[in-house]
């Protein structure tokens, strides 16, 4: 008769079909047990879903301008009154050889003379149409960083530049209100008493979209006319490669002025983490906080639920206990079922989650984006709710004597 | 009848059993009783006597509070709990004076139940099952839920359910209490077979067809126990 003197054993499988079966048994009861988890689960996956995707978003559209711009701003430093220009003439040149820059041009709005305007024929001449259309000086380039479309003609370059030549490049709309239609006659418009040909007309830009309503004549030329910038000090506009604006930035100022350096900064794109931060912060921690709560009441419903049925399963108990079970069998099928209602919600959590973030994405034309970590780890979540919850009440059921369990 | 070479297969000495309370309710009076391999023993008496409790103590459901209980020369006092639990799934059937059906779970799957906790395989188990509600007359009824079965056909899937692990010590708490006389008599014929294949088997019984059936019958009333027939149980 010495046959029993090992231990009672339970098979793990065994374990998972009688929670299974645990849960089965009473349908109704399990889904509303779990509804709190899957709240939970689900709040959870909507919004690190959808701040994941509308940060995705962010990110497709700043990436590729923004992120490639760099701006340098002239200061002057301490010398600000005496030196009106920092950017030296080879400013264009000097910066399209730092390492990452595609192109890179200075500019500075003009301030006309009292009186002077922009007209399209010559003072006096009273048919020509006046344009209140700001005068800006451009190095070429900032017409290459820019990135305009030309409609008619096209840019000028380098060589007009040096040449102090006397042309400009303006938006469509500009050209309309002036009167301009074809560049073919080789149309001038006048800017106080200096004619300037129009060698191209833009109507879109990639950057800078109010060089759209601008009229752009070369730097040289509105040096020698208007001298150095006197309102607004000059800024230089520059296109790097992807991913080398910030050590475009670092290095601009002594690339254009290795004297004094000092004499410029230089404005980085923003760090789009911090721009998906911003994104994630406002709702997205409220969100959290309340797919929290969710869980925490998912929790509180499944120990609830799971104390109520040990209480119920008493005699169930007392008979596993009668048939052999040890204690530890009795927590282990109670654990079990709480952590498998858990996962059950986690999984259905999950399901719903994932809806209303491709939902909400196809509503907004987005592009649904759910980190698969985050997919992974959401059922986990839920089973571990499950698991914490049903601790204390499968401790409750383990400490039951056998006898007490029967009497009921 | 007693033999000296081999234990018995319970053996209780100055064994006494009270419920702490409040107020402390003493069950069973200290009392001394040795009951030997393959023996039928009925005990009967009055509704709270204490028969549950000497049943319930003899299957190491609950702890004596006075004495020494040697099962197969085993002192219990000295057994883990979680042994315990192993000598209950191994060694010893139950029928219980209330069934202890798992309401949800078929008859079969309540008798498979009783090997569950010693690793039985799975088809093993369902293949004993039936075998054994097929010997208690239940082959027909092996996949109803317990809600769906008469008193009488609950109470054998209760027999069922001890009788499949094959224990040496079957402990059965009333089990005729809720059969005609026809199924009462044929229930007893199994536990008479099971007796002559040699499984010791302690009855509590107010029946006294089945009280009659025993060679042993030990009479308890407010908590002490008698024998009347051999003197081998005598109050200390
Ligand atoms: N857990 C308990 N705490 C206190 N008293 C108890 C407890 N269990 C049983 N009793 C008492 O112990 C006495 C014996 O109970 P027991 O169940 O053994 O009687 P019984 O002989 O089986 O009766 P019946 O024939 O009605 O089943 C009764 O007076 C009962 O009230
Ligand atoms: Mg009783």
């Known amino acids: 008769m010495d046959r029993g003197a090992g231990r009672s054993r339970l098979a793990t499988r065994d374990l998972l079909s009688e929670a299974v079966a645990g849960i089965v048994q009473r349908p109704a009861r399990s889904v509303l ?33 923004t992120a490639t711009e ?88 380098a060589f007009h530049e040096s040449h102090g030549d006397s042309v400009a490049v303006i938006g469509s709309a500009t050209a309309a209100r002036l009167g301009i239609l074809t560049l073919r006659t080789q149309p001038a418009i006048f800017i106080g008493d200096t004619a300037f040909t129009v060698v191209g007309i833009i ?57 004094h350096p000092e004499y410029l900064r230089s404005i980085p794109p923003a760090d789009p983490k911090a721009l998906r931060n911003a994104v994630g912060n406002d709702l997205g921690q409220l969100f959290l906080l309340l ?41 282990l099928q109670f654990l079990a079922e709480s952590a498998a209602l858990g996962l059950v ?12 973030v491709v939902g909400v994405s196809l509503q907004k034309e987005w592009t649904p984006v759910v980190d698969p970590l985050t997919l992974a780890a959401a059922p986990a979540l839920g089973l571990a709710t499950g698991l914490l919850a049903g601790l204390y009440p499968a401790w409750r059921a383990a400490r039951i004597p056998p006898v007490d369990a029967l009497r009921r | 009848m007693v033999h000296v070479d081999r234990p018995a297969v319970i053996a209780l000495e100055g064994v006494g059993l009270t419920y702490p309370g409040p107020p402390p309710v003493t069950a069973l009076r200290p009392c001394s009783l040795r009951i030997e391999q393959g023996e039928f023993v009925a005990v009967v008496g009055p509704s709270g006597s204490g028969k549950s409790s000497l049943l319930n103590m003899l299957g190491l459901l609950d702890n004596p509070t006075e004495g020494t209980y040697l099962l197969n020369g085993l002192d219990t006092s000295a057994v883990s709990d979680s042994r315990r639990a192993a000598l209950r799934g191994s060694h010893i059937g139950f029928v219980f004076q209330s069934f202890h059906l798992l309401p949800h779970r078929t008859a079969q799957e309540n008798v498979e139940l009783a090997m569950l906790y010693r690793r039985t395989p799975r088809r093993v188990r369902r293949r004993k099952a039936a ?29 069922a359910r001890a009788l499949v692990g094959e224990p040496a010590l079957l402990l059965c708490d009333e089990p005729t209490g809720n059969l005609d006389s026809g199924n009462a008599a044929s229930l007893l014929d199994l536990l008479g077979r099971l007796h002559r294949e040699g499984m010791t088997i302690v009855v509590i019984t107010h029946d006294g067809q089945v ?26």
């Open chain 1, 33 to 65: 047990t779990s509804l709190g988890t899957v709240l939970g689960v689900g709040a959870f996956i909507a919004v690190l879903g959808l701040t994941g995707t509308a940060a995705a978003q962010i990110d497709t559209r700043f990436n590729r301008l």
């Open chain 1, 70 to 157: 760099v701006t340098v701003e002239d200061t002057g430093g301490r010398d600000a009154d005496r030196v009106p220009l920092a950017f030296p003439r080879s400013a264009d040149a000097r910066m399209a050889r730092v390492n990452g820059v595609e192109a890179a041009g200075v500019y500075w709005k003009i301030r006309l003379a009292p009186g002077q305007s922009v007209r399209s024929s010559q003072v006096g001449n009273a048919n020509g149409a006046v344009s209140q259309t700001p005068v800006v000086a451009a190095s070429p380039g900032v017409l290459a960083a820019a990135g305009p479309h030309y409609v008619q003609g096209r840019g000028y370059n």
């Open chain 1, 203 to 259: 109507d879109d830009v990639e950057r800078k979209p109010d060089l759209l309503l601008s009229i752009m004549i070369p730097r040289a030329s509105a040096e020698r006319i208007w001298g150095p910038p006197q309102d607004e000090r000059a800024k230089m506009l520059v296109s790097t490669d992807l991913g080398a604006a910030a050590q475009v930035a670092e290095e601009a100022a002594l690339a254009l002025r290795p004297d």
């Open chain 1, 291 to 331: 797919a929290v709560v969710c869980l925490f009441i998912g929790a509180v419903g499944i120990a609830n639920t799971t104390l109520v049925a040990v209480m119920e399963r008493i005699g169930e108990i007392g008979l596993r206990r009668a048939l052999g079970a040890r204690s530890r069998h009795i927590t």
């Open chain 1, 345 to 356: 919600g986690g999984v259905t959590g999950t399901s719903l989650g994932t809806a209303v």
């Open chain 2, 131 to 159: 075998e054994v509600l097929a010997r208690v007359g239940l082959a027909h009824r092996a996949h109803a839920l317990p809600t769906h079965l008469s008193g009488g056909e609950r109470q054998r899937v209760a027999v």
């Open chain 2, 211 to 236: 009280a009659a059936r025993g060679r042993r019958t030990i009479t308890i009333r407010d908590g002490v126990l008698t024998e009347v027939d051999t003197g081998a149980a005598a109050p200390c």
